[in-house]
């Protein structure tokens, strides 16, 4: 990842460390809320380590994201376990 792409990861990062309620969102809402190029989005999220995505889906079909500290701080303990049984993030 070249030094822009790492400096809007890292703003992706902080806007999901400031939504402590709603910490999944769509790729969508990630590049709207960060003023970030969707595509840029798309490579960040898909590519880096920090971000996982939720086996549970938007209304519309969309795949939801967060970060792995953003769940770690806000997903119920039942949904940890409930994860760890499914080897998945939630």
């Known amino acids: 990842m070249n ?11 902080r806007a999901f460390d400031k939504s402590s309620d709603n910490y999944w969102k769509t790729l969508i809402e ?4 960060t003023a970030i190029k969707q ?20 209304k519309d079909g969309l795949p939801l ?17 409930i994860g760890a049984f499914k080897n998945r993030i939630d």
């Not at 030094?3 to 890292?10: F, G, I, P, R, Y």
């Not at 994201?65 to 376990?81: C, E, G, M, Q, V």
């Open 65 to 81: 994201f967060t970060t792995r500290k953003a769940y770690k701080k806000n997903a119920s303990f039942l949904d940890k376990i």
């Open 39 to 58: 595509e840029n989005v798309i490579r960040i999220v898909l590519s880096s380590g920090d971000f996982v995505q939720s086996s549970y889906r938007e």
């Open 30 to 33: 990630i590049a709207s809320e």
């Open 3 to 13: 030094a822009v792409m790492e400096q809007e990861k890292d703003i992706i990062v």
